[in-house]
């Protein structure tokens, strides 16, 4: 019998973008975001795989981020949607979203119930997207607030790596018609220094400010970082970055616990070294004051000596000498 790769008929359903596009809803995320998000929208384009994520408050306001969507991508691309796919979910079948599906010429279709793998590229798709934004969390330590920034930029990440099968492209090279740029990509949650330009700075203020590195915009060539100083998310193209491992020591930080074992470590050696010394080794009284009066002697007279000494500049004018040169 013929192995099953040779029974399998490998091809795209699609031809164009915009031709279907599936969607999927997850959520309620427990730790709402900075904005009060708790869900999120993933709509994913059959032909290039080009993946949108929204994220939005309650279920309620999936109708109003899809038609928004809609509206903004048949205007950038210049074509029009044909069909949309989805489960039976309450947010997706009912009469305003419907509605809109009439008055555009969408073709709604749906997955048979309890059957999700006939929406399975938005359901794998939804699942990648929070298994890796859970690994970003949890291997960077930031906080379960950033949730919406982590699956964010796994989502930007995603459209500009990972090559659609068959076409041996890109999802962004499908999509846009270009080459992805990725020079420019850094850890999500490192270290990053934020340019201090926003305030009048006094001579010796700091001129950089330390963050955390939350993503990318899509809309401006600018990072999103969370300001430490300032609690605040900000949009900056001023950022240094410092992509070292969460936990790994910088050299910094090795050296100066160095420094200070290394002292202490001599001193309790020399007081070990002190204290088994025996007592006939110690000097005497007599002898300690003998020492000291040698050394103040010896000060006096090095201090008398600098008195006399007489010192000036080979390019002093000597017209402008007060008293003898000559004399000590």
Known sequence: MPEREDCEIIFVSTSKPLE?????????????SLYGSKYGSVIVNDY???????????KDNAYEIFSNFCTQIQSEKEMNILKVRSDHGGEFENERFEAFCEKYGLIHEF???RTPQQ???????????????????HKNN??????????NTTCYVQNRIYIRPILEKTAYELF??????????????????????????????AKAQRGIFLGYFERSKAYK?????????????????????????????????????????????????????????????EAQDEVASDEAR?????????????????????DLIIGNKESP
């Open 225 to 285: 970082v969370y300001n430490s100083d300032t609690l605040c998310v900000e949009e900056s193209m001023q950022v240094k970055f410092d992509d070292k491992e969460p936990g790994n020591e910088t050299p910094e930080q090795g050296e100066s616990v160095a420094d200070m074992q290394g002292p202490k470590y001599t001193l309790e050696n020399d007081q070990t070294s002190e204290s088994e010394e025996s007592p006939e080794a110690k000097p005497t009284l």
């Open 48 to 58: 290039s795989r080009w993946t949108s994520i929204k994220f939005l408050r309650s």
């Open 176 to 205: 846009k018609g270009r080459r992805p740029n990725i020079s420019y990509f850094h850890q999500l949650g490192c270290t990053c220094y934020i340019l201090h330009n926003m305030l009048y700075l006094n001579k010796f203020d």
């Open 20 to 32: 279907l596009l599936h969607i999927d809803l997850f959520g309620p995320v427990n730790t709402a």
């Open 142 to 151: 930031l906080a379960k607030h950033f949730w919406t920034d982590a699956v």
């Open 298 to 318: 010896d000060g006096s007279q090095q201090a008398n000596q600098s008195r006399n000494t007489f010192k000036y500049k080979s390019s002093h004018p000597e």
């Open 119 to 137: 929406n399975g590229v938005v359901d794998r798709k939804n699942r990648t997207l929070q298994e890796m934004a859970r690994t970003m969390i």
């Open 111 to 113: 997955s048979s119930p």
